[in-house]
């Protein structure tokens, strides 16, 4: 058995330099290629972690984006109701205004026109009162022919 102990000594002394070996040249560059992936890994993450965050900010900018865009269609919408509220009224106003001007020209196109007919009518009576009495007085005077005039100076006014 003596010749095992020095085999299982070899053993142990290879098994030793096996390890040294591994530790010293194969061992970093695996621990360093498994910290270099941990690292991507976990940047990775981080990155995946921080666009999740900028996806929901970018969400709720456009979710209050378009909540400003339909406040302010809302709010065009109801000025220009207002407006054309406003132009219905001044239209109506303008029509109002424009109605009594044409009326109160039309009253007063009719009471020139009434005077007009009043002196006209008067200057045809005077003249018919003229007229008639020079009539009258032409003739002789007579009871039944001043009637008779008086009667067609009645029937002529």
Do not use: C
Not at 95 to 102: D, L, P, Q, T, V
């Amino acid at each position: 058995m003596q010749a095992s102990i020095p085999s299982i000594v070899g053993q142990m002394i290879v098994f030793a330099i096996f390890v040294w070996f591994t530790m010293k040249f194969v061992w970093p560059p695996i621990t360093k290629a498994l910290d270099e992936r941990q690292k991507r890994i976990a940047d990775g993450l981080a990155a995946a972690e921080k666009g999740q965050k900028a996806l929901l900010e970018a969400s709720k900018s456009g979710d209050e984006t378009l909540k400003s865009a339909r406040t302010q269609a809302q709010d065009i919408v109801a000025a220009a109701n207002k407006q054309a509220t406003q132009m219905v009224e001044q239209a109506r106003a303008d029509a109002e205004a424009e109605k009594a001007r044409i009326v109160a020209a039309g009253h007063a196109e009719v009471v020139r026109e009434l005077t007009q007919a009043k002196d006209s009518l008067r200057k045809q009576v005077g003249e018919l009162a003229i007229a008639g009495a020079s009539k009258i007085l032409k003739r002789e005077i007579n009871a039944g022919a001043h009637a008779e005039l008086l009667t067609d100076l009645a029937a002529k006014v």
